[in-house]
């Protein structure tokens, strides 16, 4: 906590590249208990496995992460119930990501190599495995819209519409997703808007929502992955 406070900034971000089990994110938690400031942290670590005769693979911990994970959700406890009204606006909450391929299916065949079950595969081109929140970040990370704002969602004639930052980004990643849908969000007149490809049947229900927007909001900029 000593070497946070020389930086003298209470609204920096503080990065540790092997934060371990997160001691770093609970100084800067408890700092900001202590001044007030608004610091930040980012914190960096392999899932390096615990060894079985240890104390915390005992506990259920089978890597390094989770014990930084659960440190910082009882670290920020803790600082809070042990003063509760000085830390009322105190922000104990984070986010957790993970290094991992593409969203995208590799779609590179050779000719020889191309069957018709592959051509099936290709109805869409997302991986079955993937989250709505694996494609929501993925296209804040493509077009540099910051990946700590706030992020709401909403329940729409059954799809689900994120909303970043009161309109910085609205995406819709549901299989099909009706004109009402594309209206509702046009209607917000978001910066940016997203869907995917497979939701729409053909190319001219693509080119609907592209109308759709440009009456409703023409300054959105409108994608399709």
Known sequence: MELIKLLGDS????????????????????????????????MVQLPELCGEKTEAFKAGYKNICEIGKERIRRAG?????DNPLGTQDLDIGFRVFRV???NMKDVYYQPEDLEQQSIFNLVSNIKDDRTDLDLLYACLLDWGVEIHLPHTSTDLDGCTVHN??????MACFSPNVPRSVVEYMAKQQPLRAVFRDSAFASDDAKINVTEIFKNLSPDTKVKVI
């Not at 406890?77 to 119930?81: E, N």
């Open 164 to 169: 970043v930052d009161n309109g910085a980004l």
């Open 100 to 102: 991992d391929s593409s």
């Open 77 to 81: 406890d803790k600082i809070k119930a």
């Open 11 to 42: 609204n920096s971000i503080i990065l540790d590249f092997f934060s371990g089990s997160a001691t770093t994110a609970h100084a800067v938690m408890q700092l900001n208990a202590d001044d007030g400031g608004h610091r930040k942290f980012i």
